[in-house]
């Protein structure tokens, strides 16, 4: 059964850090693209970041490029997503999915995909 649990999420404010990890099971997670991709309250779908399956060659919307890293640990089946100098508008449900859709319109263009962890960004 595939298995991908986001955890890390929680509140913090503007300027702090926080980091997300993603635990896979039920899958062969090194021979995966694995992606981070979130949504704000009343908002769609937003695509995050993205990384190749051997973990070297990684991608970032715009909005997060600087701030956030992504990262993997395939001896661990595990993802992960720095996250520094978070911003209110960075507040939102976080989920991990595998593979890559970067103009996603629903979670379901990603083959596997957790049910997400809560950031929220506040004073």
């Known amino acids: 059964q595939v298995q991908l649990v986001e955890s890390g999420g929680g509140l913090v404010q503007p300027g702090g850090s926080l980091r997300l990890s993603c635990a896979a099971s039920?899958?062969?997670?090194?021979?995966?693209?694995m992606s981070w991709v979130r949504q704000a309250p009343g908002k769609g779908l937003e695509w995050v970041s993205d990384?190749?399956?051997?973990?070297?060659?990684?991608f970032y919307q715009s909005s997060v490029k600087g701030r956030f890293t992504i990262s993997r640990d395939n001896a661990k089946n595990t993802l992960y997503l720095q996250m520094n100098s978070l911003k209110p508008e960075d507040t939102a449900v976080y989920y991990c999915?595998?593979?890559?859709?970067?103009?996603?319109?629903?979670?379901?263009?990603?083959?596997?995909w957790g049910q997400g962890t809560q950031v929220t960004v506040s004073s």
């Open positions: 039920g899958f062969l997670f090194s021979g995966w693209s």
């Open positions: 999915a595998a593979g890559i859709a970067r103009r996603p319109t629903t979670i379901r263009e990603y083959d596997y």
């Open positions: 990384i190749n399956s051997g973990g070297g060659s990684t």
